[in-house]
């Protein structure tokens, strides 16, 4: 048999898969150069129209099976392979009938207090057994069994921990239906609400909230639905089609559908992955939740109720750099700081990298990230990492265009120029603006920003809000013994020419440098 390593961008996991047989081809998500020692180089994907065939070695022969049940195994390291052994032990040494094998576990064993109990929902320890139960060592669909033996637990979880989309796509259609075959869309959008209901279900269970609420504000609508239908949305139906609106829950999805959803909606072997981890208390070691799941900062000696819940903050905090996902940090609430533009510029100026996040008067909620320092100044600010985003009623996220830079704005105190702050678009017609008048603001787009490409993010063109946070992420900025920012008095000769005129003089002279101009 003819192994070669597949790296799957979405998870990051290497895996063994066996060479394709002649006439097979080779999918765009696994694409491979075959050389003459039967391993593979990778070729991006973007280089579609190269004949992958002309380089397979002369003479081989394969067939388009995942590696079997003992080459599986080998993807986990030995530490590892024995936590599973382990656990598979566990789950197998119920009492069993003589006709029974003892090498093998029921769901009833799986659903066991010591076990998983009330980690998991129900519903989603049903899914994962039957998805178990209906994989041998292969990767194949078997005929029904009531039982898990050991070779298919263990294919089962290296699939879904250390798989290939592929992989994990075999084990999601056996997990959504008892004959392998087509499924409706409907059914994969059950399958999703499932999933991110067992998300919230496990942090919740095992206190690794963090901080943040399991659940949104009352009155707004279940982020539960709104993230699995953004993640359905990912999905590309046969024809080319998206999965946007009930008309579509009828199509048919093939595994050739699903193993590219996976590999689009990379929250969905996340998901998986820390179903497993936290829900199995298996491999919790290579989870890295605090990347996933930010530490929530808030000033203990005060009560303060986020418009974010967990969820929400999952999806939003993946979308930000790396090194900025550890933890949140509160800078400015209306709650707690009141309705007031001139705290807000004092408490975020200078406060690094954050996320502005407003709640409208009719329930919409949207923000922008802030790539940089917010400065007060007349001049846009920020780089191509800034984006826009909306929560409620859908989650989407909207990155840079390249159209023009005008990535941040923040001003107040100007006569000629607007006073507020902004993101994307232009004066007078952002993607998202606050206007120095505190609680107005618009979000203009027709048809879309054009820093951002988003559409209108609020219910209203013009709206109202009563509700504003602005979240700090990553590590706080180093504190500067002297700021170098330019004062009023540095920019502005007419407010010089006030200042002398009521016969007060500006103490600071010679005292400092004035800063270059940005």
């Known amino acids: 048999m003819l192994y070669y390593q597949t790296f799957t961008p979405a998870t990051g996991t290497e895996s063994c898969l066996?060479?394709?047989?002649?006439?097979?081809?080779?999918?765009?998500?696994?694409?491979?150069?075959?050389?003459?020692?039967?391993?593979?180089?990778s070729v991006d994907s973007e280089e579609e129209g190269q004949d992958l065939e002309s380089h397979r070695p002369q003479g081989q022969m394969g067939n388009n099976k995942s590696c079997p049940g003992q080459e599986c195994s080998s993807r986990f390291l030995p530490a590892e392979q024995a936590e599973v052994n382990?656990?598979?032990?566990?789950?197998?040494?119920?009492?069993?009938?003589?006709?029974?094998?003892?090498?093998?576990?029921?769901?009833?064993?799986?659903?066991?207090?010591?076990?998983?109990?009330?980690?998991?929902?129900?519903?989603?320890?049903t899914r994962l057994f039957e998805g178990m139960r209906r994989v041998d060592g292969s990767g194949k669909a078997k005929g029904p069994s009531e039982r898990v033996s050991q070779e298919q637990f263990t294919a089962s979880m290296s699939h879904l921990l250390k798989g290939t989309a592929e992989e994990k796509s075999l084990v999601i259609l056996n997990m959504i239906s008892a004959s392998g075959g087509p499924v409706k869309a409907r059914d994969v959008h059950k399958f999703t609400e499932d999933l991110v209901g067992s998300v919230v279900h496990v942090l919740s269970y095992r206190r690794q909230l963090r901080?943040?609420?399991?659940?949104?504000?009352?009155?707004?609508?279940?982020?539960?639905?709104?993230?699995?239908?953004?993640?359905?949305?990912?999905?590309?139906?046969?024809?080319?089609?998206?999965?946007?609106?009930?008309?579509?829950?009828?199509?048919?999805?093939?595994?050739?559908?699903?193993?590219?959803w996976v590999f689009r909606a990379h929250h969905v072997a996340t998901f998986l992955s820390l179903v497993i981890h936290q829900g199995f208390l298996l491999l919790r070691s290579s989870l890295k939740l605090a990347t996933l799941v930010p530490e929530r900062q808030v000033d203990p000696q005060r009560e303060f109720a986020s418009v974010l819940d967990v969820l929400s903050v999952i999806y939003v905090n993946s979308h930000l750099p790396q090194e900025r996902r550890l933890r949140w940090r509160l800078l400015f609430a209306t709650e707690l700081h009141g309705n007031s533009f001139a705290q807000l510029c004092g408490r975020i100026?200078?406060?690094?990298?954050?996320?502005?996040?407003?709640?409208?008067?009719?329930?919409?909620?949207?923000?922008?990230?802030?790539?940089?320092?917010?400065?007060?100044?007349?001049?846009?600010?920020?780089?191509?990492?800034?984006?826009?985003?909306?929560?409620?009623?859908?989650m989407a996220v909207y990155t840079c265009t390249g159209y023009n830079d005008h990535y941040m704005y923040l001003n107040q105190g100007q006569q000629t120029i607007p006073n507020g702050l902004g993101m994307g678009g232009q004066h007078g017609y952002f993607g998202l603006w606050i206007d120095v008048d505190f609680g107005k603001g618009h979000s203009k787009a027709k048809p879309t920003c054009t820093t951002y490409g988003s559409p209108q993010l609020s219910a209203q063109e013009d709206f109202q809000f009563?509700?504003?946070?602005?979240?700090?992420?990553?590590e706080a900025p180093k504190a500067e013994s002297v700021r170098k920012t330019r004062s009023i008095l540095d920019i502005d000769p007419e407010a010089r020419a006030l200042l002398e005129a009521s016969g007060r003089g500006r103490h600071s002279e010679g005292l400092r440098e004035v800063p270059d101009e940005p």
Request: net charge negative; hydrophobic share 35%; glycine share 12%.
């Open 18 to 41: 066996s060479a394709p047989s002649p006439g097979n081809g080779v999918g765009p998500l696994q694409r491979k150069i075959w050389t003459a020692t039967g391993k593979a180089d």
């Open 211 to 260: 901080g943040w609420s399991q659940k949104p504000p009352p009155g707004s609508p279940s982020r539960v639905q709104v993230l699995a239908a953004q993640l359905c949305s990912e999905m590309r139906l046969q024809g080319g089609g998206k999965l946007l609106g009930p008309q579509w829950l009828d199509r048919d999805c093939d595994q050739a559908v699903l193993e590219d």
């Open 349 to 394: 100026a200078h406060g690094g990298p954050c996320l502005v996040l407003l709640e409208d008067s009719d329930g919409h909620v949207f923000g922008g990230f802030a790539s940089c320092s917010w400065e007060v100044k007349p001049q846009f600010q920020g780089d191509d990492r800034c984006f826009l985003f909306s929560v409620s009623p859908r």
């Open 86 to 125: 382990r656990l598979f032990d566990a789950l197998s040494s119920e009492k069993l009938g003589s006709s029974a094998s003892p090498r093998s576990f029921s769901l009833q064993a799986l659903k066991a207090r010591d076990y998983v109990g009330d980690a998991l929902p129900p519903e989603m320890v």
């Open 466 to 474: 009563q509700k504003m946070e602005v979240w700090a992420v990553g």
